[in-house]
Nanobody
Framework: QVQLAESGGGSVQAGGSLRLSCVASEYSVSTYCLAWFRQAPGKERQQVAYISSGGSSAYADDVEGRFTISKVNAEKTLYLQMNSLKVEDTAMYYC???????????????WGQGTQVTVSS
């Protein structure tokens, strides 16, 4: 059972930056798909980005060029660097992990508890 714990959320003004972290309980996640999702009130959960076991990554269109996903396997840690934040980025952000395969998918097996990001104008 993989456990994930996010941190780094907070309140920031539009145009600012935040870096989210997600620490896993198992080193085996280095072989998994790792992803960030977000969910705003009244909206469906959206996949923001993923990074594969080999390090390839992909982003949702509305964060491409502003967000960067990365990981440090030795630290069992996943990151999401968020720059040029917009009010519409306000949401609860979740990290997720699952066995390798198609990493762009909604049905991840393991989830963190979430960290709130609030962007004000």
């Amino acid at each position: 059972q993989v456990q994930l714990a996010e941190s780094g959320g907070g309140s920031v003004q539009a145009g600012g930056s935040l870096r989210l972290s997600c620490v896993a309980s198992e080193y085996s996640v280095s072989t998994y798909c790792l992803a960030w999702f977000r969910q705003a009130p009244g909206k469906e959960r959206q996949q923001v980005a993923y990074i594969s076991s080999g390090g390839s990554s992909a982003y949702a269109d509305d964060v491409e060029g502003r967000f960067t996903i990365s990981k440090v396997n030795a630290e069992k840690t996943l990151y999401l660097q968020m720059n040029s934040l917009k009010v519409e980025d306000t949401a609860m952000y979740y990290c997720a992990a699952d066995l390798p395969g198609n990493c762009w998918r909604p049905g991840y097996k393991y989830w963190g508890q979430g960290t709130q990001v609030t962007v004000s104008s």
